[in-house]
C-alpha cells in the first residue's frame, strides 16, 4: 500500500506568489493534517482536516488556508509568499482526529519550498 | 506559550554505546506523548509514545521514561547502530490532532 504522497518535492517560489502544495492520504484514512517545519526545529502544527471540515488551526496567518476533498486528499495553499515561509511542509493522515500508531497517524516524506 | 524543548541539540556516541535523550515540555495538560526520528529528506517516523498515566514504555531497544513531576521526556536506545543516526524529536499532544514538536536532537553514531 502506498504512503501518505505529498506533490511537488520541490518548489522554488518568488516572493509575493502564490503556492498550491498536495496531500494524499494513505488509503481509508480520512483525516489530513498539515505542518510547517523550518530548517533546524520540529514541525508547527498548521491545520487539521476531517471529513472535509476544519478541525483545528494552528497560530499562522490568514494568508494560509487549505481544504480537504471528498477523496480526503487536500490542498494547502499560500498566498504573498514571503522569504519566511521557506520550509519543508509535511502532511500526516490518520483514521480518525487522534494521532499515534491506534489511528494510524503517519507522516508524509514533505514538499520543500524555496522562496526567493 | 506551550513549548517542548529538548536540552542538548546534537549528541554523538560510538556504536554499541547506549544514547539518552532528553526532552523538556511545559504543558502540564499534555496527556500523551510521542517520539519521532528524522532522516534527511523523510518525514518524521514514530518511534515509541507513552500516555500519561504510565512513566515507563519499552519497545525494541529503545525505552521512553516520562518525569510528570518535572515534566521531563527522555528516549534511551540501546546498543546505539549507524542506522540510528537521525534527528530525534519529541511530540506533545493534548489536543485532538495537534501536535506540538520540540526543536530536535541530531544522533550521530561513529562506527
Known amino acids: 500500500d502506498a504512503g501518505v504522497t505529498q506533490s511537488p518535492t520541490h518548489l522554488i517560489k518568488t516572493r509575493g506568489q502564490h503556492v498550491t502544495l498536495r496531500c494524499s492520504p494513505i488509503?481509508?484514512?480520512?483525516?489530513v493534517s498539515w505542518y510547517q517545519q523550518v530548517l533546524g526545529q520540529g514541525p508547527q502544527f498548521i491545520f487539521q482536516y476531517y471529513e472535509k471540515e476544519e478541525r483545528g488551526r494552528g497560530n499562522f496567518p490568514d494568508r494560509f488556508s487549505a481544504r480537504q476533498f471528498p477523496n480526503y486528499s487536500s490542498e494547502l495553499n499560500v498566498n504573498a509568499l514571503l522569504l519566511g515561509d521557506s520550509a519543508l511542509y509535511l502532511c500526516?493522515?490518520?483514521?480518525?482526529?487522534?494521532?499515534?500508531?491506534?489511528?494510524?497517524?503517519?507522516f508524509g516524506s514533505g514538499t520543500r519550498l524555496t522562496v526567493v | 506559550g506551550e513549548s517542548v524543548g529538548l536540552h542538548l541539540p546534537t549528541l554523538s556516541v560510538q556504536e554499541g554505546d547506549n544514547s539518552i535523550i532528553n526532552c523538556a515540555y511545559s504543558?502540564?495538560?499534555?496527556?500523551?506523548f510521542i517520539w519521532y526520528k528524522q532522516e534527511s529528506g523523510k518525514g518524521p517516523q514514530f518511534i515509541i509514545d507513552i500516555r500519561s498515566n504510565m512513566d515507563k514504555r519499552q519497545g525494541q531497544r529503545v525505552t521512553v521514561l516520562l518525569n510528570k513531576t518535572v515534566k521531563h521526556l527522555s528516549l534511551q536506545i540501546a546498543a546505539t547502530q549507524p542506522g540510528d543516526s537521525a534527528v530525534y524529536f519529541c511530540a506533545e499532544n493534548n489536543q485532538g490532532g495537534k501536535l506540538i514538536f520540540g526543536q530536535g536532537t541530531e544522533l550521530s553514531v561513529k562506527p
Open positions: 500526516a493522515s490518520s483514521v480518525g482526529t487522534g494521532t499515534g500508531p491506534l489511528y494510524g497517524y503517519t
Open positions: 488509503s481509508g484514512h480520512k483525516s
Open positions: 504543558n502540564s495538560a499534555s496527556d500523551y
